[in-house]
């Protein structure tokens, strides 16, 4: 199972080899989703989740983007969650996220997920220890009905050192077109960076499945980062159609 420190961040390749894997990860990604889709004859294909989590500033956004650039729009769906509103928080911490998830032939991209229980709900406090412990289980169990029902899932956490953290916080800080992208939260979640490291590695550790695997990827380097991620989840799709 992965651990963040088997990964080093700042592991990257030339940033002229990643473009070059990236894009030919994008047509090989567009022929999987058409073929995923019943575009290209046959029948629709299983439905196909990509989760992304990951420290702020990791690049996630820039990541989805180049996973979806190649797709036409009516071919996937983006979410992001944040807080459970007040209604929410009535039901299950599970209830909010169904009626995103894809059916056959389709495809979801997730920014944030369930995890935030396990993750930020822990850390600040925002559920009790009884509840965050619990949720391991309940995530798990969650995840194998999906899969059971032939789901590809395919789970990210984005990693990223706390030197290039920094710089990246600094330079949307000087940006007032980015500006808006840095809270007050992001410096405080990095003050307590030593806790969410605790609790990712417990998350991985506990949610880490052959059918819902977490791959952790080096996010200092954009690039290398992004063509990493492409060609994952290609793998991914490509095994399940029986693409090769």
Sequence with gaps: ?????????ARHMPKKEAVE?????????????????????????????????????SGKG????????????????????????PNEKR???????????????????????????VLVERVEGLASKEEWTR???????????????GMILLKFWMHLSPEEQLKRFRSRGGDELRRWKLTEEDWRNRDKRREYENAVDEMLR??????????????????TARALVLERVCAALATALGSG
Aim: hydrophobic fraction near 40%.
């Design 1 to 9: 199972m992965p651990q963040l420190a088997d990964v080093d961040p």
């Design 62 to 85: 820039g990541t989805i983007k180049r996973l979806v650039e190649p797709l036409d729009p009516r071919h996937v769906r983006i979410a992001q969650f944040t807080a459970p509103t």
């Design 21 to 57: 894997r990236l894009a030919a990860a994008q047509e090989r990604f567009l022929r999987l989703r058409l073929t995923l889709g019943g575009q290209l004859g046959g029948d629709l294909g299983p439905p196909l989740c990509v989760l992304f989590e990951g420290w702020d500033a």
């Design 206 to 223: 506990r949610t880490d499945d052959p059918d819902a695997p977490w791959t952790v990827i080096p996010g200092d380097h954009k690039p």
């Design 91 to 117: 039901h299950h911490f599970l209830w909010r996220f169904w009626p995103i998830l894809p059916g056959w032939g389709g495809m979801v991209v997730l920014d944030r997920s369930w995890y935030g229980r």
């Design 135 to 149: 949720a391991y289980w309940e995530i798990a169990d969650f995840e194998r009905a999906l899969t059971a029902e």
